[in-house]
C-alpha cells in the first residue's frame, strides 16, 4: 500500500545552519507530493508541493524535489530561523486520498 | 472572523463517556474532513463529507461517529471513550476534493481518563 516514511526528531539546530528532512515514499503510480508545516498551536498548513517526477517545490526559503528514482522528497533549507521551528509533516496524496508520515520536530535555537 | 473553528480547544473526560468535538466553518466548502494526530502516527483520517448529510468513512472510524445536518458544522461524537481516542483531533475543509486545498482548524486536544 501507499505509505510515507520521514525522519524521526526532534531535529535540533542552530540558526542559520542548513537544514534537511528526509523523506520517502511508497506508492502505485504517480502521487502528489507534499510538505506541511505545523505551528506550535496551530493547525497544519501547506508548506509546498510537488505533482510530477523532478518538479521542484518551493515556499518560504524551504525546497524539496520529487525524485522518482529514489522515491523521496526530502525538505530543504539553506539557512533556518528560530521562526522555523515547528514539527513538519510530509505527505503524498493519490485517488484524492492523502497519507501524512508521522512528523518530524525542528528546534531553531537562537 | 472567517475561518474554521473547532470548540472545544482542550477537553478531559472520563473513560465511557460521550463526548462531542464540534467544528464550524465560514467558507461554505461542501469537504469536511476529521483527522487524528498521534504520536508516531502523523494524521489519520477518521470521517470526511462531500455534503450536507453525505459522510464516509476514512482509515479509523471505529468509535467516532459524524453528522452533517448543515454545511457549516461537522461534528464529531465519540459515543463511549476509551483511552486509546486520547489524541488531538484537527478538523478540516475543502471547497474541492484536492487534499492539498484543505484549510485545517487548530485542534482540540482530547484526554480520555
Known amino acids: 500500500g501507499n505509505s510515507v516514511t520521514q525522519m524521526e526528531g526532534p531535529v535540533t539546530l542552530s540558526e542559520e545552519a542548513f537544514l534537511t528532512i528526509n523523506c520517502t515514499y511508497t506508492a502505485t503510480g504517480y502521487p502528489s507530493l507534499f510538505w506541511y508545516v505545523q505551528y506550535p498551536g496551530e493547525g497544519l498548513q501547506l508548506l509546498l508541493k510537488a505533482t510530477k517526477a523532478d518538479d521542484k517545490g518551493s515556499n518560504k526559503g524551504f525546497e524539496a524535489t520529487y525524485r522518482k528514482e529514489t522515491t523521496s522528497f526530502h525538505l530543504e533549507k539553506g539557512s533556518v530561523q528560530v521562526s522555523d521551528s515547528a514539527v513538519y509533516f510530509c505527505?503524498?496524496?493519490?485517488?484524492?486520498?492523502?497519507?501524512f508520515g508521522k512528523g518530524t520536530r525542528l528546534h531553531i535555537l537562537p | 472572523d472567517a475561518g474554521i473553528t473547532q470548540s472545544p480547544r482542550y477537553k478531559i473526560t472520563e473513560t465511557g463517556r460521550q463526548v462531542t468535538l464540534m467544528c464550524h466553518q465560514t467558507?461554505?466548502?461542501?469537504?469536511m474532513f476529521w483527522y487524528r494526530q498521534d504520536l508516531g502516527h502523523g494524521l489519520r483520517l477518521i470521517y470526511y463529507?462531500?455534503?450536507?448529510?453525505?459522510?464516509d468513512k476514512g482509515e479509523v472510524p471505529d468509535g467516532y461517529v459524524v453528522s452533517r445536518s448543515k454545511t457549516e458544522n461537522f461534528p464529531l461524537t465519540l459515543e463511549s471513550a476509551t483511552r486509546s481516542q486520547t489524541s488531538v483531533y484537527f478538523c478540516a475543509s475543502s471547497v474541492v476534493t484536492s487534499v492539498e486545498k484543505q484549510y485545517f482548524g487548530p485542534g482540540t486536544r482530547l484526554t480520555v481518563t
Open positions: 467558507w461554505s466548502h461542501s469537504y
Open positions: 463529507s462531500a455534503a450536507a448529510d453525505i459522510t
Open positions: 505527505a503524498l496524496s493519490r485517488d484524492d486520498k492523502i497519507i
